[in-house]
């Protein structure tokens, strides 16, 4: 301390600012030393500490700088409310953000975690709870499966979501009709959905499930389902409602299409 002054550094650890960021500050005359000594070295008073403060706080939520300093440069009650107001709302749009990224992790690290927990190629029966889901247009009666036909499709889907306000970064799924899974060598899927935490327009109902993990090169194979639609016939079993394909473990979490696992899953009557 030089008197009722801190040097730069002092002022730095205080304030959490680094001494190049506040030199930039002072350069542009956003925040100003109090005084400046021999060999204009920079000294700062403690009443500057709270508005040190108020400038990272804001530029923490991605206040512009020109928008920080026009408000320091006409300072009012008045001023303060309605700046503080629309800066509240900018504050919630950021945490609503957050939240659907954190909603998104927890959603991909549960899928991945269920899917190491499972043996692949044995179906197993799972209670399931009613899940929202953001359901896309029809695209196809699901008789005919090309990877052109497949790719258009998921292009519209992704579309047709983002056109409607949903995070298309949250997992894909799709959904093959009934009467297409024992007569189609390669049935395709008519339409497709997401698996959001907001803004859904349709449920996975609640109730048992018949569930299956098959590695993506099987899926390019007539005996995709085989397993399935003979465990159900074995266990004198009916679907209740079309089928539903998820992609728990993608190329973004095993770096090769060859790993990826595709999990089937299709409601039965209990």
Request: aromatic content about 12%.
């Amino acid at each position: 301390m030089q008197d009722s002054f801190m040097s730069i550094k002092e002022f730095s650890r205080l304030t959490g600012i680094s001494k190049e960021l506040l030199r930039f500050y002072d350069k542009i005359r956003l925040l100003s030393p109090e005084y400046r000594g021999k060999n204009s070295y920079r000294y700062y008073g403690f009443r500057q500490i709270e508005l040190a403060n108020l400038i990272s706080g804001l530029r923490s939520i991605d206040v512009g700088l020109e928008d920080i300093r026009n408000y320091l440069g006409e300072r009012s009650p008045e001023r303060m409310i309605k700046f503080f107001q629309e800066k509240d709302a900018n504050i919630d749009q950021e945490i609503k953000r957050l939240q659907s990224i954190q909603a998104l992790m927890r959603l991909r690290r549960s899928m991945t975690e269920e899917a190491l927990s499972c043996e692949e190629d044995r179906v197993m029966l799972v209670e399931r709870e009613r899940e929202p889901i953001f359901l896309c247009p029809i695209l196809t009666d699901g008789t005919i499966y090309t990877e052109g036909i497949y790719g258009d499709n998921m292009i519209s889907a992704f579309t047709y979501a983002k056109n409607h306000g949903i995070n298309i970064n949250f997992p894909v799924g799709t959904v093959v009709p009934r009467r297409c899974l024992a007569s189609s060598p390669w049935p395709n899927p008519s339409r497709c959905y997401f698996k959001v935490s907001e803004n859904n327009n349709a449920w996975k109902s609640v109730g048992t499930y018949a569930v299956l993990y098959r590695r993506y090169p099987e899926a390019m194979s007539e005996t995709f389902y085989r397993p399935l639609l003979a465990f159900l016939e074995e266990q004198g079993l009916q679907m209740d409602g079309d089928a539903y394909e998820e992609y728990p473990l993608d190329e973004l979490t095993t770096g090769s299409r060859e790993q990826c696992l595709i999990k089937i899953e299709v409601k039965i009557n209990s």
